[in-house]
């Protein structure tokens, strides 16, 4: 088995590499950015801010080697990816801890996050019935029609700080199993587990220039979504900077999905089974400390179920709030002292618009890490839809209750909100949910399901606010963005035919 560089076992701080035709490279930037650890803030490594010299060498070497990998054979770029699944389960758990080290979150939900992950690199093994084409025999006498679906050239992949390991495998892996090549911008506030699953991939076998990195901010992602070479770009962060993307890439003719910020709800209704809800409920909203782009914002009670709220309150005290590693650690610090002062100011803002804060975790001290960006669970009720801490995506371990009356009241408050990223519906009738499902304009729904992201057979979906460009990332959808589709007529002539008359009519027959 090859060890991968393991920044954490590194007897110097990590300066991450570029990967550039191959080969991890020192950037010659001067500008650099520290990677810390958010329980401790232990300075872990530095990320450079790559320069336009290197971006460009990047791109140039996923074109120069796409004209050769879009010619391997479809089991060849899948052999790659069967080994990519064997080596990532064989390092998951060293670079769960390097993640849980870079993004706090606990070591269980690290690797699950490489677990998510690794789904689609597995699907990734199935490309060749997934980037079958399609045939129809006799679309006229002696005419059959049929489809190829041919890769791209050179695609791009910008990644947020919440999934280090998931999102950049949600990406990379098919789009160079479709036979693209690839060029991945991590997020810089926490690239080393990212690249840990980099190295793995040129383990597994994937070629010089099939797949790159380079790292930084704006500058680096503006590039990408302008550069002429580059024909698409997955990007994955929030509502405002994803939405630049998609007009920005879009504008220099790019094909792009924009997977964008959420405001998540839940509604309850009166026949829910109680305790499995409000357990539910709990971890959906504050455990990854409410980082998930999927995690749980609006509680909206229905009825009755505002009587239950005492009792979500005291399991909500229950959790444990801790550095990642330590062991029993529910909710972990926030990604950096800057996120964790937006959350505290938007608490500050439910306080002062008159919200009731019915549990208060602004002042949570952890014992061993006083340094760390941690908030505590958080819960406020008597919400109302214009405050800041309705509107706004809070992405910290806080939760607005909304109480209704009615299941019409709680879809149409749901659908008015301008995110569509995910919802739950919690209840034991099957006509209520039949009627839930079909009404609710959001792009992920789950049934007495908290958190409901798509296994890799399906695909990351998303409405409004969320998502903007036709297909999402993984699933059949991510094989029709990372291809082209090409549609042949044809006709064979055998030799003995003779010609007929010339036929002026658009009529293939
Ligand atoms: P972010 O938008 O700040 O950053 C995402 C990426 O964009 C990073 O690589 C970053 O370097 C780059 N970037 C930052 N500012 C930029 C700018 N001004 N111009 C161009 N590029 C820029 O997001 P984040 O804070 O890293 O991640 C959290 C967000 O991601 C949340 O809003 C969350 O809901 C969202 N998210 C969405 C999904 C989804 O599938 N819908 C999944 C995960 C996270």
């Not at 009356?405 to 408050?413: M, N, S, V």
């Amino acid at each position: 088995m090859n060890a991968i560089h393991n920044p954490m076992l590194a007897n110097q701080l990590t300066s991450v590499k570029l990967l550039i035709n191959g080969e991890f490279v020192d950037s010659k930037t001067t500008e650099w950015q520290d990677i810390v650890n958010p329980a401790t803030q232990e300075v872990l490594g530095k990320v450079p801010f790559a320069t336009t010299e290197e971006i460009n060498a990047a791109i140039a070497s996923a074109q120069n080697a796409f004209a050769s990998w879009s010619q391997t054979p479809i089991q060849a770029r899948m052999r790659i990816m069967l080994k990519l699944q064997e080596l990532i389960r064989i390092h998951a758990k060293e670079i769960a801890k390097v993640l849980t080290a870079e993004q706090g979150k606990t070591l269980a939900d690290a690797e699950g996050d490489i677990q998510r992950g690794l789904e689609v690199v597995e699907h990734a093994c199935s490309i060749g019935t997934l980037q079958m084409g399609e045939y129809v025999e006799g679309v006229a006498r002696g005419v059959d029609s049929y489809t190829l679906q041919q890769p791209l050239g050179v695609c791009a992949g910008i990644t947020p700080f919440n999934f280090p390991a998931m999102i950049p495998l949600w990406m990379f892996p098919m789009a160079i199993v479709c036979g693209n090549t690839f060029v991945l911008k991590p997020s810089e506030q926490d690239p080393l587990s990212t690249m840990m699953l980099v190295e793995l991939a040129l383990q597994a076998g994937v070629p010089a220039g099939v797949l790159n990195v380079v790292h930084g901010g704006k500058e680096v992602v503006d590039l990408l979504c302008t550069h002429n070479d580059i024909k698409a770009i997955s990007f994955v962060g929030s509502t405002a900077v994803g939405t630049h993307v998609y007009n920005l890439a879009g504008q220099h003719g790019k094909r792009v999905q924009s997977m964008m910020g959420a405001k998540n709800h839940a509604v309850i209704m009166p026949d829910a089974n109680k305790q499995q809800t409000l357990n539910a409920l709990v971890g959906a909203a504050f455990g990854a400390a409410g980082q998930r782009c999927m995690a749980l914002s609006v509680a909206v009670m229905v009825g009755e179920t505002k009587n239950w709220l005492a009792e979500f309150v005291e399991k909500a005290k229950t959790l444990s709030v801790n550095a990642g590693h330590e062991p029993n650690t529910d909710v972990g610090p926030v990604i950096s002292p800057r996120a964790k002062a937006r959350v505290i100011d938007l608490i500050n803002s439910g306080v002062e618009q008159g919200a009731q804060l019915l549990l208060d975790g602004r002042d949570v001290q952890v014992k061993g890490y006083e340094q760390g960006n941690f908030v505590g669970p958080t819960i406020f009720s008597q919400v109302s839809t214009d405050m800041r801490i309705y509107k706004e995506e809070v992405f910290g371990p806080v939760l607005a209750v909304i109480c209704v009356d009615t299941l019409e009241e709680a879809i149409a408050l749901v659908n008015a909100n301008p995110f569509g990223n995910g919802v739950g519906l919690f209840t034991q009738s099957g006509a209520t949910a039949r009627t839930f499902q079909h009404q609710i304009n959001i792009g992920q729904v789950g049934i007495n399901i908290p958190i409901p992201v798509p296994v890799p057979f399906f695909s990351f979906t998303g409405s409004r606010g969320s998502k903007l460009g036709d297909l999402g990332p993984y699933g059949k959808q991510a094989v029709q963005f990372y291809t082209q589709t090409k549609t042949i007529t044809s006709r064979w002539f055998e030799d003995s035919q003779d010609s007929g008359k010339v036929n002026t009519t658009i009529n293939l027959g």
